[in-house]
């Protein structure tokens, strides 16, 4: 993902908000002796599984509405996997690609088991849309034909969904440039790997190249460990809840330094303490601390990309 990484570095260099403390991040480092704490794909035991196509039919449609949680505060992650999981385990059928092209939004609210309008919902049914539709067109019905497709990369699996699925072209424009951030793209990539355990549909022989994903829970954990500091006016509206506009430049530091904050983690370790670490596995560390922490203030942008 060198695009991603090129436009990050570039906003890091011209941010005004949001800046990655490099001291900080040793202190970091030195604290956890070099040794990312491992933590277990799944480690919430919410997701479908059954090491076939369905498993990446069922990975691809989470990815698909993995986004925007917070604006309902019952609503997260977890539900949307383990609701997701459970419409499969009742009807094997409920996410084929014909399906997928008929849901409306109060179809969709069943099928999660939630009582009330979900946060961007003609969104996520214009994209669930979207999906059926390429994926019938393109793929023969069959996420797993698209995973076929890539040749065991991981940066060419990223590049054929953004192509194909414009809803996962995760971009903005910042001072005049083109920032690529991919997060939803990048992390279906990440959940195969971590699902199939870097076997079968999920093996790619180029997943150190995935960076993080720029989310909204991953930020702030790096803003709480110090490794990101933010401007008085920054940290003061977060900490009020106000919202922050999609494709500010506020929101596009914070999520771009996010993203060269781990990138600078993982040459810290190899430098330091000779040890190659994935993003991913950094990711997965840095997320599964933030949605344990229930204090904890996040960047609130209405968003279909996180
Ligand atoms: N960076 C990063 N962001 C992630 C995830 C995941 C889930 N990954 C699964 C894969 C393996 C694990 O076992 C996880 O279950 C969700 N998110 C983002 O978090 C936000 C939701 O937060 P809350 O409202 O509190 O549920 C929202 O932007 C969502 O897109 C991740 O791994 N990394």
Redesign the pocket.
């Known amino acids: 993902m060198e695009e991603v990484r090129i436009s990050s570095a570039w906003v890091a260099s011209h941010s005004n908000h949001v800046k990655v403390d490099s001291s900080e991040l040793e202190r970091v480092v030195d604290n956890i002796q070099g040794s990312i704490p491992k933590?277990?794909?799944?480690?919430?035991g919410?997701?479908y599984f059954d090491n076939g196509p369905l498993t990446v039919q069922y990975l691809f449609v989470l990815?698909a509405l993995?986004?925007?949680?917070?604006p309902d505060k019952d609503?997260?992650?977890?539900?949307?996997?383990s609701e997701l999981k459970a419409a499969l385990l009742n009807d094997k059928s409920a996410l084929d690609a014909d399906r997928l092209q008929s849901y409306t939004g109060p179809q969709l609210r069943q099928l999660l088991k939630w009582p009330r309008v979900l946060p961007l919902e003609e969104e996520r049914v214009r994209l669930l849309h979207e999906v059926g539709q390429e994926l019938e067109r393109s793929f023969g019905g069959e996420a797993a034909n698209l995973v076929k497709a890539c040749g065991k990369s991981a940066v060419s699996l990223v590049t054929l969904v953004a192509r194909h699925f414009p809803g996962f072209r995760d971009h903005s424009l910042y001072k005049g440039r083109q920032v690529f951030l991919y997060?939803?793209a990048q992390?279906f990539a990440?959940?195969l790997w971590?699902?199939f355990k870097g076997q079968g549909y999920g093996y790619f022989y180029d997943i150190s190249s995935v960076t993080?994903?720029?989310?909204?829970?991953?930020p702030a954990v790096l803003r709480q460990l110090g490794v990101l500091r933010y401007s008085l006016e920054l940290s003061s509206s977060i900490d009020a809840k106000d919202e922050i506009s999609p494709g500010s430049e506020q929101e596009v530091e914070i999520r771009a330094c996010s993203i060269v904050a781990v990138e600078k983690m993982r040459e810290l370790l190899e430098r330091k303490f000779g040890k190659q670490v994935l993003s991913v596995e950094i990711?997965?560390w840095?997320?599964?601390m933030?949605?344990q922490n229930p204090s904890?203030k996040?960047h609130r942008t209405l968003s279909i990309y996180?």
């Not at 993995?66 to 917070?70: A, D, G, H, L, S």
């Not at 609503?75 to 996997?81: I, K, P, S, V």
């Open positions: 933590v277990e794909w799944n480690f919430e919410i997701h990815d993995n986004f925007c949680f917070w609503l997260d992650y977890n539900h949307l996997a997060k939803r992390i990440a959940d971590g699902a993080i994903f720029a989310d909204y829970i991953v990711d997965l840095l997320w599964a933030g949605v904890l996040h996180y």
